[in-house]
């Protein structure tokens, strides 16, 4: 298996997993040019997990830097396969399993013409395009080993159903949610910087109670489930029955088999499985899910409010966290009934003196955020009437259920989402959420709504200034529109 990595200084390097990890430890990973978007958040995790994992077996909590100290933790995991297949990515005997590829699988599959196959990472991956207007399907020919090892970790690591037969991961809710990554990382964030503050944290927090750890190595026929309660707390799972295939040149591609149940019977839990990485809703009913709309400030402020949403432990600081600062992320690809959605990741970055209010209990930022939510809900909802009132030309009624005039406002109110968005967690952000007092509390307020107004107010005038006057009637309603609009009830309420 090789693995391409990129170092600090730009140089390029390869190395197997065993390396890669410790390459990670030594904070020489810059990058993974064959890694997409999408797949970070699952591959980082997969990482932390079986690395936790490695150091929990062996009863240690040091992260070794050598290739070789981390080839022998590894394989300490797999003690009945010492012989490493299960630290690769192709292994041509099927009765034994290879690298996140339970046996189980018919070897007669490989002379089937009929047998469903992937001949291409982005086939064999998630990741659903409509009619290939996103991201072009299939085009990964003659794809490195880490193009398919991504690949292969993104499906059976964060997948959802996709038809009959084809059962997602037990880590989100429900066949059609997502796999939501949310934690903090270091204020300047690597690969390996993130990687050693989440082992460490993992390794300390999570109890060794034995339990199946890689579901890849348990045989799967398709037709049975592994209950939640036989499992590992830091479990890494898997959802398909796949197995890749060597060829002259690396690997040539991959065949795919159904299954009748899902490969973990955890459908009750909805999610709420422990996953490290994933909020939970605050009565731990179902994991929290995002939606098309990604992780703008109205999701975030949802994620910060510790009475709606129950953050994960890696998403709260711990004495060992830098006070440099850190940086909020969430990752998250949203799917619905046989398609993705998108994929959306978050920055937030935490000044050094607002680490505190990250600690688990505090309600300081929710409040903040709060309050910004609702003031940029009624700037919005002024923003709209002014906007009727403009393109309707100015009337003495404005109509609030006029189809065509509601479809006309939708590019304005979306860019004032977009500007409100882009200041939403600045410098007065946390300024508001530490400070104390009424009158510093009010003068915080009072600045945000002037802001809100500013942004309200120049999307108003770029409206006025550039629709299309047809007629001279249009140009005159127009005018009285604008007229309308500089009132002090439309553009500066």
């Not at 990472?121 to 398919?148: Q, S, V």
């Not at 997948?159 to 934690?183: H, I, K, L």
């Amino acid at each position: 298996m090789r693995i391409r990595y990129m170092t600090p200084g730009g140089e390029p390097r390869v190395a197997d997993l065993f390396g890669t990890l410790a390459a990670l430890v030594r904070d020489e990973v810059d990058d993974f040019p064959a890694l997409r978007a999408h797949q970070r958040a699952p591959w980082h995790a997969f990482l932390a997990q079986v690395a936790a994992l490695a150091l929990l077996r062996e009863g240690t909590r040091e992260l070794p830097e050598e290739a070789g100290a981390w080839e022998r933790l590894l394989l300490a995991l797999t003690p009945d396969h010492p012989g490493g297949e299960a630290w690769r990515l192709v292994v041509d005997d099927w009765s034994k399993p290879a690298l996140l590829q339970p046996p189980g699988m018919d070897p007669k599959l490989r002379k089937n013409p009929k047998a469903k196959r992937a001949e291409t990472p982005d086939a064999l991956d998630m990741l659903l395009t409509a009619r290939n207007h996103d991201l072009k399907g299939e085009r990964m020919r003659h794809a490195a080993d880490d193009a398919w090892l991504f690949a292969l970790v993104s499906l059976q690591t964060q997948e959802g159903q996709m038809g009959a037969g084809n059962y997602g991961v037990s880590r989100m809710n429900g066949g059609y949610g997502a796999r939501v990554a949310f934690s903090l990382q270091p204020s300047e964030p690597t690969p390996g910087r993130s990687f050693g503050r989440d082992v460490r944290r993992l390794a300390a927090a999570t109890e060794d109670a034995g339990g199946i750890a890689l579901i890849w190595l348990e045989r799967w026929d398709g037709a049975s489930s592994i209950p939640f309660g036989k499992l590992h707390p830091l479990y890494v799972e898997v959802c398909r029955r796949v197995r890749l295939i060597g060829g002259e040149d690396g690997i040539a591609g991959a065949l795919l088999g159904n299954s009748k149940v899902p490969r973990i019977a955890a459908k009750e839990r909805h999610g709420v499985t422990g996953d490290p990485w994933a909020p939970v809703f605050h009565d731990r009913s179902k994991a929290w899910g995002v939606s098309a709309a990604g992780f703008g400030y109205r999701q975030m402020t949802t994620l910060l409010d510790g009475k709606k949403v129950q953050r994960p432990p890696l998403a709260i600081p711990s004495a060992a966290d830098s006070r440099t600062g850190l940086t909020l992320v969430a990752r998250a690809v949203t799917r619905g009934q046989g398609k993705t959605e998108g994929y959306h990741e978050r920055h937030v970055r935490v000044p050094p003196a607002d680490v505190g209010l990250m600690a688990a209990g505090s309600d300081r930022l929710a409040n903040t955020a709060e309050k910004r939510t609702k003031d940029a809900g009624d700037a919005a909802n002024i923003l709209r009437h002014a906007l009727r009132t403009l393109f309707q030309g100015g009337p003495d009624e404005v109509r609030h259920d006029d189809d065509a005039t509601n479809a006309k406002l939708v590019p304005d109110v979306q860019s004032f989402d977009r500007a409100v968005d882009a200041v939403f967690f600045d410098g007065a952000f946390w300024k508001a959420a530490t400070q104390t007092g009424e009158d510093v509390a009010q003068r915080h307020i009072l600045a945000w709504r002037e802001r809100l107004r500013d942004i309200a107010g120049n999307i108003l005038r770029g409206g006025a200034s550039v629709r299309p006057r047809a007629t001279r009637r249009a140009a005159t309603e127009r005018w009285r529109g604008r007229a309308a609009c500089s009132t002090a009830e439309c553009g500066r309420s």
